[in-house]
């Protein structure tokens, strides 16, 4: 870290914080995921090592890209690129963002998820704070944990997620973008359910009755 100025604090998540740093050399700006005490935690060392072999695996200009990886003091060290607001940003000041607009951060978004597919990667996490988007329009999707919790991921959750399905596969990623696009043209979130049971219901009340299989996965 001692080639790196820290500016501020991004976000936290469930194993680890996001920092937003400066690079002393060189200026670039990056985002550092600094992950909880690795080389102690069984399931945070696990976590983080299967992280950084996906993310080494997906190099897309719609991806956040892995720029670095380094352990210190039994804590490992992702530099990302840095990316100056998400998609949760504007939709939280603009509302809709207008069909040419939607238009161009779909096409990114679909981008990205078709490349984690033909890696036989299911992203399971699409959501508006997962996309990054440059000042100058680029967006990037994030392919690992999220930068930040929000409680509302539920509201672009597919059925089968909703009711703990095991067998869930690219279709989930499908059903987000849908939520995501329906948000981005009219403003509001497509399905904002207050708990799963809600979610569902939200669901069924536009599309009608799920198919039973779903069902029979709820405890």
Request: aromatic fraction near 10%; glycine fraction near 6%; charge should be positive.
């Amino acid at each position: 870290m001692e080639r790196y100025e820290f500016l501020s604090v991004v976000g936290i998540g469930a194993y680890g914080k996001v920092m937003k740093c400066r690079h002393r050399e060189s200026g670039q700006i990056v985002a550092i995921k600094k992950f909880l005490e690795t080389e102690e935690d069984r399931l945070t060392r696990k976590m983080a090592l299967r992280e950084i072999r996906v993310l080494k695996k997906l190099r897309h200009d719609n991806l956040v890209n892995l720029l670095e990886v380094f352990r210190k003091k039994k804590r490992f060290y992702l530099v990302f690129e840095y990316m100056s607001h998400t998609l949760l940003h504007e939709l939280e000041q603009m509302g809709g963002l207008g069909e040419e607009r939607s238009r161009r951060h779909l096409f990114q978004i679909v981008r990205a998820i078709d490349f984690c597919h033909e890696n036989n990667i299911v992203h399971r996490d699409v959501k508006p704070e997962n996309v990054l988007i440059s000042n100058n329009g680029i967006l990037k999707l994030c392919a690992n944990e999220p930068y930040t919790e929000y409680v509302a991921t539920r509201w672009y959750r597919a059925p089968e997620l909703l009711v703990g399905d095991s067998k869930y596969g690219r279709p989930v990623d499908i059903w987000a973008i849908g939520c995501i696009l329906m948000e981005m043209l009219t403003g509001d979130p497509l399905f904002p359910g207050d708990s799963d049971l809600d979610q569902l219901h939200r669901i069924t009340l536009l599309l009608g009755i799920l198919n039973i299989f779903f069902f029979s996965h709820v405890p």
